[in-house]
C-alpha cells in the first residue's frame, strides 16, 4: 500500500478495502524471496487485479496496459478496465517480474 500511495497503479482508486495487492510473478511460481518483494506486486483495483491475475492484461515496461485478443475490447469496457496505461512509473525491480509474467501468464 505504501509504495503506491495507497491507490490503484491504473485508475488511481483508493478505497482500501476494495484494492488488491496483486502478485506480478504468481506466488506459486515464486519462490521465498520473490512472495514478500513489494516490487513483485501492484497494487489495483479489482477488475485490473482479476484481469491481470487470468492474464488478459499485462503491462509493458513503460506502463502500457497491453490487451489480450481473448477477450473483446467491449468487454474490457463492460467490466470497468477503460485505461490503457499506468498512472506512476514502474521502478526498475518491477522489470523482471513483468517479463515473467509478459512470457508466462499473459494470453496474447
Given at each position: 500500500m505504501a509504495l503506491y500511495g495507497g491507490?490503484?497503479?491504473?485508475?488511481?482508486?483508493?478505497e482500501k478495502g476494495l484494492l488488491r495487492a496483486s502478485h506480478v510473478k504468481p506466488w506459486s511460481d515464486s519462490?521465498?524471496?520473490?512472495r514478500l518483494d513489494p516490487y513483485n506486486g501492484l497494487l489495483l483495483s479489482p477488475?485490473?487485479?482479476?484481469?491481470?491475475?487470468?492474464g488478459y492484461i499485462t503491462f509493458e515496461n513503460d506502463g502500457t496496459i497491453q490487451f489480450s485478443?481473448?477477450?473483446s475490447k467491449e468487454a474490457f469496457e463492460s467490466i470497468g478496465i477503460l485505461s490503457n496505461c499506468l498512472r506512476q512509473k514502474l521502478d526498475a525491480r518491477h522489470l523482471a517480474y513483468l517479463d515473467y509474467h509478459r512470457k508466462t501468464v499473459f494470453l496474447p
Open positions: 491507490r490503484c497503479l491504473v485508475t488511481g482508486f483508493g519462490n521465498n524471496l520473490e477488475s485490473y487485479d482479476a484481469a491481470f491475475d487470468a485478443s481473448q477477450l
